[in-house]
């Protein structure tokens, strides 16, 4: 076991760094952390001693943008990594292949990845719950796999990772979240928002060309004042509705 971990996360909603807890823990004694959801979030540098967790969630079958464009921030040299791509319940697509590709860009030398499951952000019937306490020792047991491989000597990940470059085109959901008469302008939203699209003078704002979806602003309002429209999310949830009855696996490429 390693003695520190580095836990990279964008995690609008807690459910990407939930899974990345659960895998870290079999990893190192300690966990150290570093927030890219945080608009203030600051460049790093780690070495070949270093060992460093990235995960992202999955937006439409890709890494969302903004985690993408923090991570030419983060530079590593020949430092080892684990990427993992969290999703909820429908696909991961070419996500996990990106963060992949992303971190070795960056100087980072994987030797693990996993596509991990959490609660859809939007539909949270999807992956409900998860991970849960079956994750959890699931992602034990990948931990321990991740070991075993490290302690052998070997460095490269040889399973294919699924995914396809070019990478498949991001579309979003076309409607930012709405805000009601219950809003008490505590401006929380506009001070967690990861890509600053919600005005600190007048938080009902919100820019639809900087807003991602990521439905922070929903999750943290204490006042439950902010939600996607009815009709959107109806469209959405049946959309999604075929994989609500799914358990999916976790998977790890070795």
């Known amino acids: 076991m390693f003695s520190t971990i580095t836990i990279v996360t964008f995690s609008p909603t807690g459910g990407t760094r939930k899974a990345a807890v659960f895998l870290a823990k079999g990893l190192a004694r300690q966990i150290r952390e570093a927030d890219l959801s945080l608009p203030e ?10 060992l460093i967790l990235f995960a992202g969630p999955v937006y439409g079958g890709r890494i969302p943008s903004c985690m993408a ?8 040299n020949q430092t080892p990594a684990v990427v993992a791509a969290v999703y909820g319940n429908r ?15 960056q100087g980072f030398k994987p030797i693990a990845a996993a596509a991990l499951l959490a ?3 939007i539909i949270h019937k999807l992956a409900a719950h998860r991970p849960d306490v079956q994750d959890q020792a699931c992602l034990a047991e990948f931990s321990k796999r991740i070991l075993m491989k490290w302690e052998s000597g070997q460095r490269d990940i040889t399973s294919a990772i699924p995914g396809s470059r070019p990478y498949k085109v991001w579309n979003s959901v076309p409607k930012i979240p709405v805000v009601s008469d219950a809003c008490s302008r505590c401006g929380l939203c506009a001070q967690k928002c990861p890509v600053q699209a919600i005005s600190k ?26 939600s996607l429209p009815a009709q959107v999310l109806a469209a959405l949830g049946e959309h999604l509705q075929p994989f609500a009855g799914l358990r999916r696996d976790n998977a790890l490429y070795l």
Not at 41 to 50: G, H, V
Not at 91 to 105: C, F, G, K, N, S
């Open 41 to 50: 979030a600051q460049p790093l540098n780690f070495t070949r001693e270093d």
């Open 69 to 76: 464009e923090k991570l030419k921030n983060i530079r590593g």
């Open 91 to 105: 696909a991961y697509e070419d996500a996990l292949l990106e963060l992949h590709d992303i971190v070795l860009e």
């Open 119 to 121: 609660e859809h952000s």
């Open 201 to 226: 003078v007048s938080p009902g704002d919100t820019d639809p060309q900087k807003c991602i979806q990521c439905m922070r602003c929903v999750s943290i309002c204490p006042a439950h004042a902010r």
